[in-house]
């Protein structure tokens, strides 16, 4: 059973930066599809960032692109989220997902069978 932990968030104040880091235990696959996604209250679960553990391949959303970035350590199965110009639109409990392949596009919550149980991001302007 894949389990997946999210630590690094916290409250920041508008244009500062968080790292969040999504470590991965338990799966038997050399490499995993993994993805990054937020949801704030009353708003659906939308998908932030994905990166493709075997080959490095990244995503983004257009609300982010260029101020977050996915990267991954494979030596610790950890991936990680920078968020540069943090902004107030950027609040939201914040998931890791995971999978063998991605089942549907990898900004898609059905794209995943693995999440984290999240990790608060507050940023106040």
């Known amino acids: 059973q894949v389990q997946l932990v999210e630590s690094g968030g916290g409250s920041v104040q508008a244009g500062g930066s968080l790292t969040l880091s999504c470590t991965a235990s338990?799966?038997?696959?050399?490499?995993?599809?993994m993805g990054w996604f937020r949801q704030a209250p009353v708003k659906e679960r939308e998908g932030v960032a994905a990166?493709?553990?075997?080959?490095?391949?990244?995503y983004y959303a257009d609300s982010v692109k260029g101020r977050f970035t996915i990267s991954q350590d494979n030596a610790k199965n950890t991936v990680y989220l920078r968020m540069n110009s943090l902004q107030a639109e950027d609040s939201a409990m914040y998931y890791c997902a995971a999978d063998k392949k991605w089942f549907a596009a990898w900004d898609q919550t059905d794209a995943y069978n693995y999440w984290g149980q999240g990790t608060q991001v507050t940023v106040s302007s």
């Open positions: 990166i493709y553990t075997g080959g490095g391949s990244t």
């Open positions: 338990g799966y038997r696959y050399s490499s995993m599809y």
